[in-house]
Antibody
């Protein structure tokens, strides 16, 4: 069964960084693009960025430029998203999603809470 | 960035009755390859989003045929022919044509009257 399994919930202080993992099962991660999308509590969906199948090229929404990193580990079939300089507005559920122009398969989401 | 505008914001529907959600884009979503990358997602309460429709009108595997997508260029519609209780949730459109930045509509909440 093809699925994306994400790491568990995180609580971080303002200014800290968080790294969220997304492990593919049932297929090779290196064959597909992976997007990251977030959803603040009670709000809509916001696209953050994308990493290519080779794990070489990334592209980010302008508001996250300089604060987000996306990497791919082919040995563990896992993609990571790291967001730095966290602020309270970054409190959200973060989803990894397989697909290119159309977001086909979603992970279960990772809740990240930023609070002092 | 392409702005996606959905209406209505909230859609109360009687069980068994039809429902329709509109999605408009600020630019044409027809790609240079001839495809139109407009997707629809359903998010049930407490769940991850799930894709229902891709490239305007193609239903995903397992999606009931009461869901249909239509439209072209900048104007798109998701229709539910007969709403069932399990259809309660928020529906989002999303464009993948201008994929320098993918953008979502603001969402439409479907609820039962």
């Amino acid at each position: 069964q093809v699925q994306l399994v994400q790491s568990g919930a995180e609580v971080k202080r303002p200014g800290a960084s968080v790294k969220v993992s997304c492990k593919a099962s049932g297929y090779l991660l290196a064959s597909y693009y992976i997007h990251w999308v977030r959803q603040a509590p009670g709000q809509g969906l916001e696209w953050m960025g994308i990493i290519d199948p080779g794990g070489v090229r990334t592209r980010f929404a302008q508001k996250f430029q300089g604060r987000v990193t996306m990497t791919r580990d082919t040995s563990t079939n896992t993609v990571h998203m790291e967001l730095s300089s966290l602020r309270s507005e970054d409190t959200a559920v973060y989803y990894c999603v397989r697909g290119d122009r159309d977001l086909e398969i979603w992970g279960q989401g990772t809740m990240v809470t930023v609070s002092s | 960035d392409v702005v996606m505008t959905q209406s209505p914001l909230s859609l109360p529907v009687t069980l068994g009755q039809p429902a329709s959600i509109s999605c408009r884009s600020s630019q044409s979503l027809v790609d240079s390859d001839g495809n139109t990358y407009l997707n629809w997602f359903q998010q049930r309460p407490g769940q991850s989003p799930r894709r229902l429709i891709y490239k305007v009108s193609n239903r995903d595997s397992g999606v009931p045929d009461r869901f249909s997508g239509s439209g072209s260029a900048t104007d798109f519609t998701l229709k539910i022919s007969r709403v069932e209780a399990e259809d309660v949730g928020v529906y989002y459109c999303m464009q993948g044509t201008h994929w320098g930045t993918l953008t979502f509509g603001g969402g439409t909440k479907v609820e039962i009257k």
